[in-house]
C-alpha cells in the first residue's frame, strides 16, 4: 500500500505523539442500515478501506459499537498488518441495543471490556487513541465525567492506550478531563450551520488538540441553505465540497472524518476539501452560522 499523505488538502496535525493527516476517513458508514449488522457489499467496505490509505489517509476513525464489531472487522481484514503510519482512532461509552439504539455504558466493568473488544477486534496490542463518549444520541448532557474518564485512565496506564479523547463533550467536560489527563482531541457535532462549538474550537486549537467534527456534512441541503448551494454553484462544486472545504479552513486543528461506503464518492471528498476558497467565499459561508 502506498502512502502519498502530501497528496491530501489540509496537511497534518498531530494528536500527541502521532502525525495524522488532517483529511482522515469515519469507518460508521461501512455497517449495514443504522449502524446495525454487515455492510450490503462487503468487498466495496474493504475497496473503500484499502483506498483511503493508498490515497494517503493516515487517520480512521472506528467504535466497536458500529455494526456493533462490523467495521472494526472490515478494518483489521481489509488493513492488517497496518501501516506503520496509519493511525486508528476509537471510542468507547455506549453499546447497542436490539432496535438499534445506543444505551451508554460507561461503568468501569463497561469500559474495560469495550477497550478490550476493540483490541481484539482490531489485532491490536495497544490503541492509538480512544475517546470517552458521554452524553445521548441528541448531544451532550452536562454531568461529571471523571469516573468513566479515570478508568480509561487506568488503562492507559496499563499501556492498552497511548492517547485519550473525549466526545459528545460540553465545554466543562472537555475541562473536567483535561484537570485529569491530557486529551489529545475532542469529537463533537460541528459544521457550517451547526456553530455551538466555536469558542471550543478556537480554545482547544490554542492548546494543540485536534477537534474532529462528525457528520460535518449533516444540515445541508439546497433548500436549507440558499447561501452555500449559491456558494457552491459559483464554484462549480458540490455543496459537500465546499462544507468541507470551509471545515479544513475554519482552523489548523480541525480534522475531518468523512464517512462513505464508495470508492468514487471518498474521491470526490478528497478533491472536495481541497477545494480553494476566495474570502468572499468564506464570508458568505461564515454567515451561515450565525
Given at each position: 500500500?502506498?502512502?502519498?499523505?502530501?497528496?491530501?488538502?489540509?496537511?497534518?496535525?498531530?494528536?500527541?505523539?502521532?502525525?495524522?493527516t488532517?483529511?482522515?476517513?469515519?469507518?460508521?458508514?461501512?455497517?449495514?442500515?443504522?449502524?446495525?449488522?454487515?455492510?450490503?457489499?462487503?468487498?466495496?467496505?474493504?475497496?473503500?478501506?484499502?483506498?483511503?490509505?493508498?490515497?494517503?489517509?493516515?487517520?480512521i476513525?472506528?467504535?466497536?459499537?458500529?455494526?456493533?464489531?462490523?467495521?472494526?472487522?472490515?478494518?483489521?481484514?481489509?488493513?492488517?498488518?497496518?501501516?506503520?503510519?496509519?493511525?486508528?482512532?476509537?471510542?468507547?461509552?455506549?453499546t447497542?441495543?436490539?432496535?438499534?439504539?445506543?444505551?451508554?455504558?460507561?461503568?468501569?466493568?463497561?469500559?474495560?471490556?469495550?477497550?478490550?473488544?476493540?483490541?481484539?477486534?482490531?489485532?491490536?496490542?495497544?490503541?492509538?487513541?480512544?475517546?470517552?463518549?458521554?452524553?445521548?444520541?441528541?448531544?451532550?448532557?452536562?454531568?461529571?465525567?471523571?469516573?468513566?474518564?479515570?478508568?480509561?485512565?487506568?488503562?492507559?496506564?496499563?499501556?492498552?492506550?497511548?492517547?485519550?479523547?473525549?466526545s459528545?463533550?460540553?465545554?466543562?467536560?472537555?475541562?473536567?478531563?483535561?484537570?485529569?489527563?491530557?486529551?489529545?482531541?475532542?469529537?463533537?457535532?460541528?459544521?457550517?450551520?451547526?456553530?455551538?462549538?466555536?469558542?471550543?474550537v478556537?480554545?482547544?486549537a490554542?492548546?494543540?488538540?485536534?477537534?474532529?467534527?462528525?457528520?460535518?456534512?449533516?444540515?445541508?441541503?439546497?433548500?436549507?441553505?440558499?447561501?452555500?448551494?449559491?456558494?457552491?454553484?459559483?464554484?462549480?462544486?458540490?455543496?459537500?465540497?465546499?462544507?468541507?472545504?470551509?471545515?479544513?479552513?475554519?482552523?489548523?486543528?480541525?480534522?475531518?472524518?468523512?464517512?462513505?461506503?464508495?470508492?468514487?464518492?471518498?474521491?470526490?471528498?478528497?478533491?472536495?476539501?481541497?477545494?480553494?476558497?476566495?474570502?468572499?467565499?468564506?464570508?458568505?459561508?461564515?454567515?451561515i452560522?450565525?
Amino acid at each position: 500500500m502506498s502512502t502519498h499523505s502530501t497528496a491530501l488538502p489540509g496537511g497534518t496535525w498531530s494528536l500527541g505523539d502521532l502525525a495524522v493527516t488532517r483529511f482522515g476517513y469515519g469507518a460508521m458508514q461501512l455497517a449495514g442500515p443504522g449502524v446495525m449488522g454487515p455492510p450490503a457489499d462487503r468487498e466495496g467496505a474493504l475497496a473503500v478501506l484499502r483506498e483511503a490509505v493508498d490515497l494517503g489517509v493516515t487517520h480512521i476513525d472506528t467504535s466497536d459499537a458500529y455494526g456493533p464489531r462490523v467495521t472494526n472487522q472490515l478494518i483489521r481484514e481489509a488493513l492488517h498488518p497496518y501501516p506503520e503510519s496509519l493511525r486508528i482512532v476509537t471510542k468507547v461509552g455506549a453499546t447497542r441495543d436490539r432496535e438499534g439504539g445506543w444505551p451508554p455504558a460507561r461503568e468501569p466493568e463497561d469500559l474495560r471490556r469495550s477497550v478490550h473488544e476493540n483490541l481484539r477486534s482490531l489485532g491490536l496490542e495497544v490503541l492509538d487513541v480512544v475517546n470517552l463518549r458521554i452524553g445521548d444520541a441528541l448531544g451532550p448532557r452536562p454531568g461529571s465525567l471523571a469516573e468513566p474518564f479515570e478508568t480509561l485512565v487506568e488503562l492507559q496506564r496499563q499501556g492498552l492506550i497511548r492517547h485519550l479523547g473525549v466526545s459528545n463533550a460540553t465545554a466543562e467536560q472537555v475541562a473536567e478531563a483535561q484537570a485529569i489527563a491530557p486529551i489529545v482531541c475532542v469529537q463533537n457535532m460541528y459544521n457550517l450551520a451547526h456553530r455551538q462549538d466555536d469558542k471550543l474550537v478556537d480554545e482547544l486549537a490554542g492548546q494543540g488538540v485536534a477537534y474532529v467534527p462528525f457528520f460535518p456534512l449533516g444540515g445541508f441541503s439546497p433548500l436549507q441553505s440558499t447561501t452555500l448551494s449559491t456558494v457552491a454553484a459559483r464554484l462549480d462544486a458540490t455543496p459537500m465540497s465546499v462544507a468541507l472545504a470551509w471545515l479544513l479552513r475554519r482552523s489548523p486543528n480541525i480534522l475531518l472524518i468523512p464517512g462513505t461506503s464508495a470508492v468514487g464518492h471518498l474521491r470526490e471528498n478528497v478533491a472536495g476539501a481541497g477545494l480553494p476558497l476566495s474570502g468572499e467565499d468564506l464570508a458568505e459561508l461564515d454567515a451561515i452560522g450565525h
